[in-house]
């Protein structure tokens, strides 16, 4: 099994809809990361969260909300789905102890139309 | 604030050439951590290389090697002897240091690098 697993790998939904990004980790991390992709910009950092409840906003939090369920359960949820958040997403989690440091998820391809 | 600037947008080169891969970054920070990540066609990211900001030397992993510069806030990375595997999207990544901090990754913009057999 993967260290950090994103469900779904793929979606896409309408605009308007409800729809929740899950992530699940196995690496015992307490730091866990949402960023978007997107063609050009990079990755960008939407949520981090140090513990289940330490929650902070990151550079694009806008339209979007987190949930840290238990240390190793970060969800993402975007309550209104518009078509501007059509991206690549990305669940991480960090230990400065190790060399590569951060784990990413495979990723979450989101298409909102 | 931190910022990395990766000013090479697409690189197309043939196979066997070299190629360097710009990275420039702005920081406040006297420690923090530098990374490469390679994003191939399947869109997984995977690690390359952390430095960190107190280790200037240069560092070879194979084909690959990378330069860290602090005089001019750069780390570019080398590719000897490109192969068409090489082709990816490849990012550059800045971070703070110190077990307490966010470390929230500050990534580039990406260079997508496609190595022509």
């Known amino acids: 099994d993967a260290d950090v697993t994103q469900t779904p790998r793929n979606r896409i939904t309408k605009t308007g809809k409800r729809i929740m990004l899950e992530c699940s980790q196995t690496k015992g991390h307490d730091r866990m990361y949402w960023y978007r992709q997107d063609p050009g910009l990079g990755l960008r950092l939407i949520y981090y969260s140090f513990d289940v409840k330490d929650i902070n906003k990151g550079e694009i939090s806008d339209g979007y909300s987190v949930s840290r369920q238990a240390q190793a359960k970060f969800s993402l949820s975007l309550e209104s789905a518009i078509p501007n958040q059509t991206a690549l997403y990305f669940c991480a989690t960090s230990d400065p102890g190790r060399v590569s440091g951060y784990t990413f998820g495979s990723g979450t391809r989101l298409t909102v139309v | 604030a931190q910022k990395v600037t990766q000013a090479q947008t697409e690189i197309s080169v043939v196979e066997k050439e070299d190629v360097t891969l710009d990275c420039v970054y702005e920081?406040?920070?006297?420690?923090?951590?530098l990374f490469w990540y390679k994003q191939p066609p399947s869109g997984e990211l995977v690690f390359l290389i952390r430095r960190n900001s107190f280790d200037e030397q240069n560092e070879i992993s194979g084909r690959y090697s990378w330069n860290f510069q602090k005089s001019t806030s750069s780390f570019n990375f080398t590719i000897t002897a490109s192969q068409v595997v090489d082709s990816a999207v490849y990012f550059c990544a800045l971070s703070e240091a110190g077990g307490q901090g966010a470390q929230k990754l500050v990534f580039g913009q990406g260079t997508r690098l496609t190595i022509n057999p």
């Open positions: 920081t406040r920070d006297t420690t923090y951590y």
